[in-house]
């Protein structure tokens, strides 16, 4: 069955420090990959999208990550936290040309001044 | 308008009681999807509609659920007979077309977020 796994409930970090986000998945082939925030009361919002090719995809406000095949694995990084990032991070996948999207449980970040 | 409107914000029913969960999709914007989220746990796929036509509902988790885009715009997600498990954050979205790989635009709604007592 095709599944998202995000390791990580809550993770804490520093304001400043560097942050990494872990996702895993399990498909049959290469999915296409995302990153959504949802931050308290709001909706998702796409941070970043993976398809094909370079595998470091950069996405907004800071953020990037890295695809690696032979680990089934999406992370998502960012050198320098900021206090507004904290908020729930969602990996998520499909299958090419699939509109259906396959939702990780989502890992919480809180930052700390 | 300028995003995807959800209505209302927060919905308590008693368990038995029928709601009605309502979407305003973004103008022009072809495709539409429900998705439930439960507590502690990531977005769900219930249902697609290209236009007024659904075309998976695949996701419904029981025939108590029902969702309806009749003119091919706003559409409307109902629940009969609610049940405690039925307690989540139901999301909409839109996008332009079913999949642009030039720019995966579903844009998520706020979400309705539904508790039965």
């Known amino acids: 069955a095709q599944s998202v796994t995000q390791p990580d409930i809550h993770i804490t970090v520093s304001e400043g420090a560097s942050l990494e986000l872990r996702c895993n998945y399990s498909?049959?082939?290469?999915?296409?990959l995302f990153w959504y925030v949802q931050s308290p009361g709001q909706g998702l919002q796409l941070l970043l999208k993976?398809?094909?090719?370079?595998?470091l995809v950069q996405g907004i406000k800071g953020f990037e990550a890295e695809f690696k095949r032979s680990q089934s694995s999406f992370n998502l990084r960012k050198p320098s936290v900021h206090w507004s990032d904290a908020a729930e991070y969602f990996c998520?996948?499909?299958?090419?040309?699939?509109?259906?999207?396959?939702f990780g449980k989502g890992t919480k970040l809180s930052v700390i001044p | 308008g300028a995003g995807v409107s959800q209505s209302p914000r927060y919905k308590v029913a008693k368990r038995g009681q029928d709601v009605a969960l309502r979407c305003d999709p973004i103008?022009?914007?072809?495709?539409l999807f429900w998705y439930q989220q439960a507590l502690g746990q990531g977005p769900e796929f219930l249902t697609y509609?290209?236009?007024?036509?659904?075309?998976?509902k695949s996701g419904l988790p029981s025939d108590r659920f029902f969702a309806e885009r009749p003119e091919g715009s706003v559409s409307t997600l109902k629940i009969q007979r609610t049940q405690q498990e039925d307690s989540a954050v139901y999301l909409c979205?839109?996008?332009?077309?079913?999949?642009?790989?030039?720019?995966?635009?579903?844009?998520f709604g706020s979400g309705t977020r539904l508790t039965v007592v």
């Open positions: 998520a996948a499909s299958g090419a040309g699939s509109y259906q999207l396959t």
């Open positions: 979205a839109s996008s332009l077309a079913a999949w642009d790989r030039s720019n995966y635009g579903y844009t």
């Open positions: 498909y049959g082939a290469t999915p296409y």
């Open positions: 103008s022009g914007h072809v495709s």
């Open positions: 993976y398809f094909s090719g370079d595998t």
């Open positions: 509609f290209q236009n007024e036509a659904q075309l998976d």
